[in-house]
């Protein structure tokens, strides 16, 4: 296996101190002529003097070579892991127009949970809500975009489980650094030839890790039909995992782990793998970037189950910010705990808290968004008249 200074060796010396400098997380070549670095979270341009399209093919060629990657027309894709744990991706004609990479590199010192609380990264309360989690046995769901930290947050929180119980940890491209004594990795294998054997996937870890004797379940990433298996999983012991998935918003994220259970063979109802989604995971944590590149939670939700009534995921806001015309009012978990649950309720659409009323049930929008159904209704009415 290659190390990034062997990978690197060919490209002109302005390319290598770039990429030398432990703030520069991801290098990404566009073509000869665009290349750009992620410093700090944020993207900056990178003098391309000296790069030719010869340099970009012959990289991606020895980068592929020794992982028997034969990355060509016939075979235009390839994702690979250098020594130093640093992640690349390459692509060429046809799909692109000339050879193209990008190289995410993981620092060498992972971050601790304390670290992440001093960067401003993880609130102190999120924190302990986080830690009475886990310690009570309760699976937690990490959320956010691409480049959120969702991997640096999953890793330092792997760090509170006791290191006198067992984990597997399961990844598709090794990342997380987990120090844990009694840990058990296993990585997805991928094959594009015969002579390789078939890949083993992240359902099939998923379904072998079990055999393993876990205590706890952590998954590096939920895409696909593994989200199937890992609910079984959790919803049949294995408390206290963690595991974290693409989504805009701490809500959007039990939905999507729902979809991706539905590319299982599973033939059950939308609303029943709704409500053990809701079973398997009771705290959901996500994550944001900001213009400046600082990664940071921005919302933190408590799951209590899933309501067939209105349809919808019943969840109470724990900590994070609650949009309101003209100001945004952070909640902190303190404050939340002193509310009613019922009055902690959100609504579907925006997330604002839902206020009980003196009488009735409980609605099923906010008050603004239930005046832009009416509008809308409306509007679709005089439409329909002016129609006929």
């Known amino acids: 296996m290659l190390s990034l200074d ?17 703030r520069v997380t991801e290098l990404m070549f566009n073509s000869p002529t665009s290349v750009w670095c992620e410093i700090d979270g944020c993207l900056r341009p990178v003098d391309t003097k000296g790069l030719t399209a010869r340099i970009l093919n012959s990289t991606a060629k020895r980068i592929g070579r020794p992982l028997k990657l034969n ?21 060429c004609p046809p799909i692109t127009e000339t050879y193209t990479f990008s190289i995410r590199r993981f620092g060498g010192e992972p971050w601790t949970a304390e670290m992440l609380v001093q960067a401003d990264s993880l609130p102190r309360e999120v924190l302990e809500c986080a830690r ?6 309760h699976n937690i769901l990490i959320s956010g ?24 940890c399961i990844e598709d491209t ?44 952590i998954v590096g990433e939920v895409r696909g039909a593994e989200a199937d298996d890992l609910i079984q999983a959790l919803n049949t012991g294995h408390g206290g995992s963690i595991s974290t998935v693409h989504a805009n918003s701490a809500r959007a994220a039990l939905t999507r782990l729902a979809t991706c259970a539905l590319q299982s063979d599973l033939s059950l109802p939308w609303n029943v793998i709704c409500e053990l989604v809701a079973l398997a995971f009771q705290l959901v944590i996500h994550l944001e970037r900001s213009d400046d590149g600082r990664r940071f939670v921005k919302q933190v939700l408590h799951v209590h189950g899933y309501s067939q009534a209105r ?28 509310a009613d649950e019922a009055d902690s309720l959100l609504c579907p659409r925006c997330s604002e808290p839902l206020a009980r009323p003196r009488r009735g049930p409980m609605p099923t929008l906010c008050k603004k968004c239930k005046q832009q159904e009416q509008n809308k209704r409306a509007y679709e009415r005089r439409a329909t008249r002016s129609a006929l």
């Open 145 to 168: 975009g691409t480049g959120t930290g969702k991997t640096t947050m999953l890793s330092a929180l792997a760090s509170l489980i006791s290191d006198d119980e067992r984990i597997v």
């Open 6 to 22: 062997v990978v690197l060796a060919e490209l002109p010396e302005q390319l290598r101190e770039i990429f030398n400098n432990p």
């Open 132 to 137: 009475q989690a886990l310690d009570h046995r």
């Open 311 to 338: 349809g919808d995921f019943d969840c109470s806001l724990v900590w994070g910010e609650v949009w309101q015309p003209g100001k945004v009012i952070s909640v902190d978990s303190k404050k939340q705990a002193r």
């Open 174 to 217: 090794r990342e997380l650094k987990i120090s844990a004594p009694n840990c058990l990795r296993l990585e997805a294998k991928k094959s594009r030839s015969a002579e390789e054997g078939g890949p083993v996937t992240i359902r099939d870890l998923v379904t072998h890790a079990l055999r393993h004797r876990p205590d706890r379940l």
């Open 71 to 91: 990355v060509d027309e016939k075979d235009p894709i390839a994702d690979a892991r250098l020594e130093d744990g640093s992640r690349v991706a390459i692509a």
